[in-house]
Structures are given as structure tokens and as C-alpha cells.
């Protein structure tokens, strides 16, 4: 409780603080909700980034480092906000649409680790403008690793500091400008205790013997490349299993890549544009015409009206298309194994190697309090159990899994019984 009573005194009269010690409301909780040096100015000319980025290199230790994005109001995942604290240089909020090239911020930064909570939503935004870490601590994933039953930001702070941290503001439209300032105090306190709550996870994973692991899934959220691009990314339309026609399915098509391309001109999240409710409604409709568009419940907004005439040349477009340019009922063709309820009837061994391994994992799981999924990607898992090795003793097991992007300590502990269980079989 150390850390939570330092941080009492910047208390304001209406925060309070929950639970009390030995009662059933749980440990007590600060509410933290000012930052320690205040708020400072928002970043947003060269001349006020060079001053950020002499102090900070100038200041010790690591560098808590978070972004903001504008999900669900603008398109792609753009970044709007970067938040750095590090002792020595107190916190910085740098508009990165103002100053987009922090190339000179991250090159001051190298070899200093960076500390962020679920670093692999914000780095890549982060290395748009220029940032890439040299090492990195992730917050979140370390909570994961130490089995913590809460992961978010929020939780964790709580468990490891006993500092509440308010989050009524993640969800906001981070690309308004001017922002305002409870918004700012928010991502202020984002970075003000990320380094402690690292030393208290650091020492935990010490303790539990995964420091190492941790290390290793730290390196490999670093260096991670960027995703490649997704094949036939419509058929994500939430509802798509409702449509059961190609033709139909090339309506939802027509519609996807229409909204897309607009939403991409107006920099709008594609949701805001037209809901995949409204694309499923209309390919199961189908309709001829702008009055009978419109009539369904789903395009009877203001917006979705105002541009009728643009879906509905989409729906005509799509019922056109050629019955042999219709798209695949069964998606995309791929390397992935088919889904595992087919497994039984399609490969049996393949359906008991599966069984048995996952059996494995959720034994691995509970005796190292590692969730499953941190343990050994499931898709990897599938994929080992689909087409294994020719011979699947220890050796050529951890081959395949380390092929596959699984860690050496994942490998370490997963492969061995895995050839066990197979061996059985």
C-alpha cells in the first residue's frame, strides 16, 4: 500500500477510496486521478518536439510509452496521440498529426526499454511516425503470463499498486482537435505509473521463474511484421453466416468494397458509413430499386438514405456479376486445416492427435497458470495435429513447433509431452 498513500495526497475532494483492509469489499483501491507534475502542453510544432526529445534523452531509465487511435470514428488505425514518461523528463503529449516524423524521438530512445501495455495494438501505429523500440516490456502480456485473471490497464495497476485508474475515456474520438483537457488527464495517467507497475510484474516473473519467457514473448511482439493483407477481408461482415447464395454473396461483396472505398475518401471508420447489419439486410433483400432500398429498416437513416442511389448500384453490380465470377460458398482456398468438427469424419487420427494435445495444453496451462492460448498459439497447435512430422518423436516435434513461430520456451515445455501423448496413440 506504499505506492497507493503516496499518491492520496493528489486526491481531489470527490474521488474516494474502495474497500478497506480485511473487508469483503477486497484490498483498498486509490483512486488516481491526478497526474504527479499536472497536464502538461500538447506537442504539436518542431520547435516543442526538439525540447521533448533533448530531455528525454537526456533522462534515465524506461521510457512508458501509449497512443491513441480514433477506432470506430476514423479509418485505419491511425495514431492521434503519443504519451511518454520517463524519470528525468516528467510526461510528454505530442500531437503526432501536428509533427508526424518522431524519428529524432525514437533515435534518442535507442537502447532504453520501452514499457506499454499491449504493445502490439500500439507499435504499429507508433513506427508510422517513425518510432521503433530497441526492447520492450509489455504490461499486459506479463499479466498473462503470471495467470492474472484481469489484464486491462485498469486491473492491473489496481492488483500491482492499488491505484484505481479511471478509463471512461479510451473509447473517445482521439482525432478531435483541440482535445479536451479531462481527455488529456487521461492519457497523462495512461503513462504516469506504467514504470512501477513494470517492477512489480519484472518481480513477479522473477519469482515465478518467467522472466525468460516473458523476455522472449517481449522480443517477438517487437520485431513481429506488420500483418499482410487479408484475402476476401468482406467476408469479416458481421452476419456474413445468414447469407448461403453466391449471388447473394456477391452482393455483400459490391457493398463491402463500395462502403471501403467511401469511408477511405471521407477517413470515416466503415461501420459509421454502413453498418454490416444494413450489408447482410439488403443482399438477403435484394432489391431493384432506391425505393425498395430504402424501404428496408436498416437503410431508413438520414445517411444511409443520402446515399441510396450510390448502394443500390452496388447491389445491381452485384447481382450481374458472371455465375463463374460468383465468389466460393466455402471461402478462399488455404493452407489452414478445415474446421476441427470436421476433423472425426475427414482424418481420425488427426481428430484424436488433437484431442490428446489439447488435453496437453490445458494440463500445461493449469499447472504453470499460463492461459492456454499464451501457452501455444491454437492455430499452430491445429496445424501440428493436421499434418504432423513423418515422425513425431520429441525431437522432430520441437522442430515443427518452432517452424511454426512457437517460442523455445514454449517449446521447452509443450513438445516433450506432445511426443508423449502422440507416442500413446
Given at each position: 500500500?506504499?505506492?497507493?498513500?503516496?499518491?492520496?495526497?493528489?486526491?481531489?475532494?470527490?474521488?474516494?477510496?474502495?474497500?478497506?483492509?480485511?473487508?469483503?469489499?477486497?484490498?483498498?483501491?486509490?483512486?488516481?486521478?491526478?497526474?504527479?507534475?499536472?497536464?502538461?502542453?500538447?506537442?504539436?510544432?518542431?520547435?516543442?518536439?526538439?525540447?521533448?526529445?533533448?530531455?528525454?534523452?537526456?533522462?534515465?531509465?524506461?521510457?512508458?510509452?501509449?497512443?491513441?487511435?480514433?477506432?470506430?470514428?476514423?479509418?485505419?488505425?491511425?495514431?492521434?496521440?503519443v504519451q511518454l514518461r520517463r524519470e528525468g523528463a516528467g510526461t510528454a503529449l505530442i500531437d503526432p498529426i501536428a509533427v508526424p516524423?518522431?524519428?529524432?524521438?525514437?533515435?534518442?530512445?535507442?537502447?532504453?526499454?520501452?514499457?506499454?501495455?499491449a504493445a502490439s495494438q500500439d507499435l504499429p501505429g507508433l513506427a508510422e511516425q517513425g518510432m521503433r523500440p530497441s526492447r520492450v516490456f509489455d504490461t499486459e502480456l506479463a499479466a498473462r503470463l503470471l495467470g492474472m485473471e484481469r489484464v486491462g490497464l485498469a486491473a492491473v495497476v489496481a492488483d500491482t499498486l492499488?491505484?484505481?485508474?479511471?478509463?471512461?475515456?479510451?473509447?473517445?474520438?482521439?482525432?478531435?482537435?483541440?482535445?479536451p483537457t479531462e481527455w488529456?488527464?487521461?492519457a497523462v495517467l495512461d503513462v504516469e505509473v506504467l514504470v512501477e507497475v513494470r517492477e512489480v510484474l519484472a518481480e513477479r516473473l522473477a519469482l515465478a521463474g518467467k522472466a525468460e519467457w516473458a523476455a522472449q514473448e517481449f522480443e517477438a511482439v517487437r520485431t513481429a511484421p506488420p500483418p499482410g493483407p487479408r484475402t476476401d477481408p468482406w467476408r469479416r461482415v458481421s452476419g456474413l453466416h445468414q447469407v448461403r447464395d453466391a449471388r447473394r454473396l456477391a452482393v455483400v461483396r459490391e457493398l463491402w468494397e463500395t462502403r471501403d472505398r467511401n469511408a477511405r475518401e471521407r477517413d470515416i471508420s466503415p461501420g459509421r458509413v454502413l453498418p454490416d447489419a444494413a450489408?447482410?439486410?439488403?443482399?438477403?433483400?435484394?432489391?431493384?430499386?432506391?425505393?425498395e432500398l430504402t424501404a428496408l429498416p436498416q437503410f431508413s437513416g438520414k445517411g444511409t438514405r443520402r446515399r441510396a442511389t450510390l448502394w443500390q448500384s452496388a447491389i445491381d453490380r452485384g447481382r450481374a456479376v458472371p455465375d463463374a465470377e460468383l465468389p466460393s460458398l466455402r471461402g478462399p482456398k488455404s493452407d489452414a486445416p478445415p474446421p476441427p468438427r470436421a476433423w472425426a469424419d475427414r482424418d481420425p487420427e488427426a481428430a484424436a492427435r488433437l484431442a490428446a494435445a489439447r488435453d496437453v495444453?490445458?494440463?500445461?496451462?493449469?499447472?504453470?497458470?499460463?492461459?492456454?492460448?499464451?501457452?501455444?498459439?491454437?492455430?499452430l497447435l491445429r496445424r501440428l495435429c493436421w499434418a504432423p512430422p513423418e515422425r513425431l518423436d520429441e525431437t522432430s516435434v520441437a522442430e515443427a513447433l518452432a517452424a511454426g513461430g512457437a517460442r523455445a520456451w514454449q517449446v521447452e515445455l509443450v513438445a516433450p509431452r506432445l511426443a508423449e501423448v502422440f507416442a500413446d496413440l
Open positions: 500500500m506504499a505506492t497507493a498513500l503516496a499518491y492520496r495526497g493528489r486526491m481531489r475532494p470527490d474521488e474516494h477510496v474502495t474497500g478497506t483492509e480485511g473487508s469483503s469489499t477486497g484490498p483498498v483501491v486509490v483512486a488516481l486521478t491526478e497526474p504527479a507534475d499536472g497536464i502538461p502542453d500538447v506537442v504539436a510544432t518542431p520547435g516543442a518536439l526538439a525540447d521533448v526529445v533533448e530531455a528525454f534523452g537526456a533522462a534515465t531509465g524506461p521510457v512508458a510509452v501509449d497512443a491513441e487511435r480514433a477506432s470506430g470514428y476514423r479509418y485505419g488505425q491511425r495514431t492521434y496521440l516524423d518522431l524519428s529524432a524521438l525514437s533515435a534518442a530512445l535507442v537502447g532504453v526499454e520501452w514499457v506499454l501495455h492499488g491505484l484505481g485508474l479511471a478509463k471512461e475515456h479510451s473509447a473517445v474520438d482521439w482525432s478531435t482537435r483541440p482535445l488529456l488527464r487521461y450489408i447482410v439486410a439488403a443482399a438477403q433483400a435484394l432489391p431493384r430499386s432506391v425505393p495444453v490445458a494440463e500445461l496451462s493449469t499447472r504453470w497458470t499460463v492461459p492456454a492460448e499464451n501457452l501455444l498459439q491454437p492455430d
